[in-house]
């Protein structure tokens, strides 16, 4: 599944592409006013993974809400950087992205490693970001090993996931190739996402699929009780990729909370 073709964008010599289901692109105020009370989400991938996994979610979320999907530099339809990328450089890409898209305000919607751009990037730029979602967050402090990683995403493939799912994801894989996949492997293993998440002034939710061997409940609530601002969601039912096996439960999930927490202030 995909969101059309999307636009190329650049920014500190990196390339990525935007997908973009918003009322408003142009920047000014009419960037700055949004369209009207609609927030706007900005969905990040994970390794290896493209904007395809998300096109479910984000049609779900566009019927409330100015939409924004990437691929990341390196995957999808990008092109592969000559070099191994940090986190923070990918959050700083981002975030220019966004304000070249006329972006002021969003809510940051990551995916497995997604969330680490997710977190870095509220940390660089706090007045971009009002609130994050952070779906089947990665590394599990205790279980930071590739071995133990890879035996979970087995897990989850074969007991978690539906055929569809699989077939984006290992199809990305493919795309993505062995040799990129494992230079930005230890950028992932690497990230100390439950210190960081602890700077992290917005609130915060933390969402996983209950069958999800990779996000594992206990990981995920202390996660969420490291958050100054930290809650946690659980879609039952599905495993690590819960935005494109339950997109209706997982969007509604995320709107409710949206609406619950006063002082969003979210529109492109």
Not at 121 to 137: E, F, S
Not at 225 to 235: C, D, H, R, Y
Request: aromatic share 8%; with cysteine; net charge positive.
């Amino acid at each position: 599944m995909k969101l059309g073709d999307g636009r190329e964008v650049t920014s500190g010599g990196l390339t990525g592409r935007l997908y973009a289901s918003a009322t408003r692109h142009a920047s000014g105020p009419a960037a700055e006013n949004g369209s009207g009370n609609r927030p706007t989400y900005v969905l990040l991938h994970g390794i290896g993974v493209s904007h395809r996994y998300f096109a479910r979610l984000h049609h779900e979320l566009a019927l409330v809400a100015d939409v924004y999907t990437l691929d990341l530099p390196g995957f999808g339809a990008a092109p592969r950087p000559g070099r191994q990328v940090p986190v923070g450089e990918y959050a700083a890409f981002v975030s220019s992205v966004l304000a070249g898209a006329g972006v002021r305000s969003c809510v940051l919607v990551g995916h497995s490693m997604g969330t680490q751009y997710a977190v870095e990037l509220a940390l660089q730029d706090p007045g971009l970001v009002a609130g994050l979602v952070l779906m089947g967050p990665v590394v599990d402090s205790t279980r930071k090993s590739v071995p133990l990683q890879a035996l979970a995403l087995t897990r989850d493939a074969v007991f978690g996931e539906s055929v569809s799912s699989n077939v984006i994801v290992f199809g990305d894989y493919f795309r993505t190739g062995l040799r990129w996949y494992l230079t930005q492997l230890p950028v992932m293993m690497d990230y100390p996402l439950e210190s960081r998440i602890q700077g992290v002034s917005q609130p915060v939710l933390v969402m996983r699929g209950a069958k999800d061997p990779v996000a594992r409940r206990g990981w995920c609530e202390r996660l969420a009780a490291q958050a100054p601002q930290g809650s946690l969601a659980e879609i039952p039912g599905v495993g690590h990729v819960l935005q494109h096996t339950a997109p209706g439960a997982t969007a509604a999930a995320i709107s409710s909370w949206v609406r619950a927490v006063d002082g969003f202030g979210v529109t492109a």
